[in-house]
């Protein structure tokens, strides 16, 4: 467990990305918090091997609306999940941006 209690950074990631053959990632929240999802986004980003983010918002917030538009905006952002606090529901919600083959062709999902 020793080697996994530590941060990992975006270099970290991009390192055993290329030794994986992998060229794009998406980041997923794994605290529930606007903060956490907002500096994903900071990451996505700064970094273009970040293809997106999975990020949350608290659905019973008074701010709903303003804050899923917030997150929402950047185009590194395809999905949010939310949870509200009444059970832990979860919701996701996806708007993906991909390749496909080799050729490199784009397309949204």
Same mark, same amino acid.
């Given at each position: 467990?020793?080697?996994?209690?530590?941060?990992?950074?975006?270099? =970290?990631?991009?390192?055993?990305?290329? !030794?994986?053959?992998? =060229?794009?990632?998406?980041?997923?929240?794994a605290?529930?918090?606007?903060?956490?999802?907002?500096?994903?986004?900071?990451?996505?980003? =700064?970094?273009?091997?970040?293809?997106?983010?999975?990020?949350?918002?608290?659905?019973?917030?008074?701010?709903?609306?303003?804050?899923?538009?917030?997150i929402?905006?950047?185009?590194?952002?395809?999905?949010?999940?939310?949870?509200?606090?009444?059970?832990?529901? !979860?919701?996701?919600?996806?708007?993906? !941006?991909?390749?496909?083959?080799?050729?490199?062709?784009s397309?949204?999902?």
């Open positions: 467990m020793g080697a996994l209690k530590r941060d990992f950074s975006p270099a =970290d990631l991009k390192r055993e990305m290329s !030794r994986c053959g992998v =060229d794009r990632t998406i980041a997923v929240q605290r529930q918090t606007l903060e956490e999802t907002r500096w994903l986004l900071d990451l996505a980003s =700064d970094h273009p091997f970040i293809a997106g983010v999975i990020g949350w918002v608290d659905l019973q917030s008074p701010a709903v609306d303003a804050e899923l538009e917030q929402s905006a950047p185009p590194e952002t395809p999905g949010c999940s939310a949870c509200s606090a009444v059970g832990g529901a !979860r919701i996701s919600v996806v708007r993906a !941006r991909f390749a496909v083959g080799s050729g490199g062709s397309g949204t999902a």
